[in-house]
């Protein structure tokens, strides 16, 4: 690990992290106590574009970049998992289970499109 590297993970963390500031605050007072959009849409989002960066098996420096340093500050799994308990204490179980559902098969899914579509593209 060298300084570049560092660098260029921070870089991307904070522009990943305003992006993902940006759509969520715009995003997740669509639908109050319902499902929170910003976040669903950021994760899918995420899954979708780091998969197509891992598919074209991008250069150490291009991933440290967007895939770490991004992606990893653009999709949040704690604010996922806290807004999950809001929802499970407020015993509305129907957005819980349609929250959880929705984020790990439609990632799932949108990881493995970007990760082929990348594999075009590398």
């Not at 976040?39 to 991008?58: D, E, K, P, Q, R």
């Amino acid at each position: 690990m060298t300084a570049v590297h560092i660098l260029l993970v921070g870089l991307g963390g904070f522009f990943g992290a305003m992006a993902r500031y940006f759509i969520s605050k715009k995003l997740n007072g669509i639908a109050p106590n319902r499902i929170p959009m910003g976040t669903l849409i950021v994760n899918l989002i995420g899954s979708f574009l780091l998969g197509i960066i891992t598919g074209a098996h991008a250069n150490a420096m291009i991933m440290l970049l967007l895939g770490t340093g991004f992606m990893g500050a653009f999709t949040t799994f704690s604010t996922f998992k806290l807004e999950l308990i809001k929802l499970y204490l407020n015993k509305d179980n129907k957005n819980f289970l349609l929250y959880i559902i929705i984020t790990y098969s439609a990632g799932m899914i949108l990881a493995y499109l970007g990760y082929v579509i990348g594999s075009f593209i590398g």
